[in-house]
């Protein structure tokens, strides 16, 4: 019997979102919803942010861009490095009872690659362009949710890459001049 505080109580409670989550993409709506949100946080959307600041706010729209690069790339190495050393199962993988409704990029789920990366380039976006907010954040929470809703990761592997993507953000806001949030 597990207790509230026990690490397989939390486990259980995990798994149990998950399934709960992934049920939504029963719905061909949602899943429809969830599955494009999720190849555009293949990297489309961010690689399309850069080109469009880059385009319309000149040498300040460049450095953010090169800002949300560099960040990304140490993302994409923290995040791998994490998948190889925790090599947790994804969700489908690991429960039948979970469908992957579209196919993952990797073996392993733990982090959420995708989630990391739209928090820490919305974070780093928003900082320098404080007005991409309104349409920034929704489609982070989006994609974050729609690897849930898809079978690739459990609610911990989100809530871990947030956690991860925001510190990151954090950290690198600090060191580079130019953006306002946190300064």
Known sequence: MSTPLSLEHWLQQDRGWTRRCNGLGSWRGLRGYFAAVSR?????????????LIL????RGAQAAAHMAV?????LLLYKGLKRWTRRPRPFAADIRVRAWIAPLDE????SGHTLHAVTFTLIAIAWFPALAWILLPFAASVALSRVVL???????VLAATA?????????LWVVPGATLFH
Do not use: K
């Open 40 to 52: 555009l946080g293949d990297g489309i959307a961010w690689y399309g942010l850069m080109v469009v």
């Open 56 to 59: 319309t706010e000149g040498s």
């Open 71 to 75: 960040t990304g790339f140490v993302s």
């Open 108 to 111: 392993f789920s733990f982090p």
């Open 151 to 157: 079978g690739l990761h459990y609610p911990s592997d």
């Open 164 to 172: 991860i993507g925001t510190a990151l953000a954090s950290l690198s």
